[in-house]
C-alpha cells in the first residue's frame, strides 16, 4: 500500500476555508488531522473519557459552524484548541462542574520559582498525573496547552482568550501548586 501523503500546515489554512464553504471531507480531514490533540487537551480538562469524547464532537461541530469566523491570526490548531475550549468550557458550566476563578487565578503570587522545577523533575509519572488532576481546570488547560500540545505562552493566550501575562502566572502558579501538591504527598509517605 503507497504511503499516505500529509498535507503541510500551509494547507490547514484551506481546510477551513473548504470547510466554511461547507466542504464535509475537508471538515473530515480536519478531524483526522488534529482529533488525537484535542481529544489529549480534552482528557487534561476532564478525566471522563466520555465527556471528553463528547465535547471532541461538540468541538468539530462548533468548527462546521464557525469554520467562516477563523481570521488566520493564529495557527490552525490553536484555533481549533481554541473552539476545544470554549466548548468545553461551555458543557463543564451547564454540568455544574467547578470553574476556576479568572480574578483569583491573577492575584495568585509564585513565591519562589526556581525550587518548582526541581521537585517536578524528581515526581514520579503517576505522582505528577495525581497532582495535575488536583489543580483547577484553568491550570489544567494552561498546562495541557503548554506541555501536551507545545503551545507558546502567546498561542495560549490567543486560545483561551485571556492576557498573556495571565497565561505566564497561571503556568507559574501551577508550577508552585504541583510543587506543593507533591511535598504534601511525599510528607504523607513519611
Known amino acids: 500500500m503507497p504511503p499516505v501523503p500529509t498535507e503541510a500546515p500551509d494547507d490547514e489554512g484551506d481546510l477551513i476555508a473548504r470547510t466554511a464553504a461547507g466542504d464535509h471531507q475537508a471538515l473530515t480531514e480536519l478531524y483526522m488531522r488534529f ?3 484535542i481529544f489529549a487537551y480534552l482528557l487534561r ?3 471522563d473519557q466520555h465527556l471528553a ?3 471532541l ?3 468539530f461541530v462548533a468548527v462546521w459552524k464557525s469554520a467562516a469566523s477563523f481570521g488566520g491570526r493564529s495557527s490552525v490548531k490553536t ?25 483569583e487565578l491573577e492575584q495568585l503570587a509564585a513565591r519562589d520559582p526556581e525550587p518548582e522545577d526541581a521537585a517536578l523533575a524528581r515526581a514520579t509519572h503517576e505522582e505528577l498525573l495525581a497532582a495535575i488532576a488536583g489543580l483547577s481546570l484553568a491550570h489544567r488547560e494552561t498546562l495541557a496547552l503548554a506541555f501536551g500540545q507545545e503551545l507558546s505562552a502567546a498561542e495560549i493566550a490567543e486560545a483561551l482568550a485571556i492576557p498573556i501575562g495571565t497565561v505566564r502566572s497561571r503556568l507559574r502558579d501551577a508550577k508552585r501548586l504541583l510543587r506543593a501538591a507533591l511535598s504534601a504527598e511525599r510528607e504523607g509517605n513519611r
Do not use: F
Open 35 to 37: 482529533r488525537g490533540a
Open 45 to 47: 480538562l476532564t478525566p
Open 53 to 55: 469524547e463528547d465535547l
Open 57 to 59: 464532537q461538540e468541538t
Open 79 to 103: 484555533w481549533l484548541l481554541g473552539v476545544a475550549h470554549r466548548q468545553a468550557h461551555n458543557s463543564l458550566r451547564r454540568r455544574s462542574e467547578p470553574l476556576a476563578d479568572e480574578a
